[in-house]
């Protein structure tokens, strides 16, 4: 595997075959003989890899598209063997860049901001618009350039890869010219990272706290500090070719709540933001309009709409409940918040739709026809008992004290 990165640096190869020999089987797929084979042919410019499709997929709690592409299923996993190996070496990346990092973790990164945050300052939350993807091509690959100088079989395959412009659109070959880092590549995370480890720099001195979640930025200084901080970070963004989405920009007075991360924190308080709990309301909402839709058209039971539009979102917040390692939305957020106002928010109105099934209309009478003790009879569980469960439940409370662990926090 030290072909992988070409250098003059022999514990850098020693580093990448002992990571290689910790792989778990899931990552060990991505440095099968033909994987190998293939990036090494990739490296040594004997063959180029595969245009990518480029996808409109649904951006999460809206009704807005996102762009994304996608690369043939075996240039994936040379792709995901060269980010393995990358993120694991040192790359210059600061402990103040917090997302798609070995040992980094959403919980972690929190914990990072809540710890470091104080009463006195302002909170300055800002946000890129279409980070990935508007990154210029250009100056990522002049970043690379200084990051890969020692890999240069390397540097020219990303180089490459970056300037193709060829993607994939309903079947035919297209120019896109402006694709940026290209989101959905298993290496945009960290080209991503890497693009803005300067500026990550710049502002960690420009502010007493400051953290970058991808393209989501929080910093904290003093209130009378906050209109210049403003303006030195959005015309630093704009020096590099990207653009905040000014309807996302937040400032907090000192003291007031602040939110990062889908949560929201105050005096020592954790909750769901109001962004959370706004696109999980916008999720069950259209779910249960096109749940009666089908209902209405198939002449189907109540309880068979009700009995789908609880597996659909008991599985989104608990999962399937059969790997440790499932991504659900309580384990997300459980670990962090303090208190339930917004779970309960959340499961009222999970309530009021899964009765909306009944006739389509928000009313009394649906209360007689989908009581609550039918709902748990169809599966439901409330997200605040859940969550009060998990506190109680000596393994969970176990699983979570290791989760704890592997983040070091």
Known sequence: MAFLLQTDSPELGVYLDEQIARQTDAEIVMTSPQVILRMEQLLTGSIQLGIPKRCQINKMGTDKKRTIYIFPPEDKMVLKAINYCLSRYSMGLLPCCLAFRPGFCVHGAFRTIARKAREQYS???????NYFNSIPTDDLIKVLEKRLVS???????????????????????????????MAGMPLAPLLANLY??????????????YGRYSDDLILFCLPEDVEAVYGKIRENLAGRGLILNEGKTQIVPPGGKWEFLGLSYH???????AATIQKMKGKISRSSRKLYRWKSSKDASTERAVRAL????????????????????????????????????????FQQWARYL??????????????????????YVPLVSAYHKRERDPALKRMAARELIKTGK
């Open 123 to 129: 909170c300055i939350r800002l946000d890129i618009r």
């Open 151 to 181: 890999y240069p079989l390397l540097l020219s395959a990303l180089s490459g890869l970056l300037r193709n412009p060829c993607v994939i659109v309903d079947g035919e070959i297209q120019q896109d010219l402006n694709r940026g880092a």
């Open 196 to 209: 803005l480890s300067d500026f990550d720099r710049e502002a960690s001195r420009l502010v007493p706290v």
């Open 267 to 273: 005096k020592g308080v954790v909750d769901l933001s």
């Open 310 to 349: 609880i597996r659909k979102f008991q599985y989104k917040f608990f999962g399937s409940g059969k790997e440790d390692d499932e991504l659900t939305w309580s384990r997300w957020y459980f670990p962090l918040i303090t208190q339930t106002e917004g779970l309960k928010t959340i499961d009222l109105y």
């Open 358 to 379: 009944a006739d389509g209309r928000h009313c009394k009478r649906n209360f007689q026809q989908v009581p609550y003790e039918l709902l748990q009879e169809y599966g």
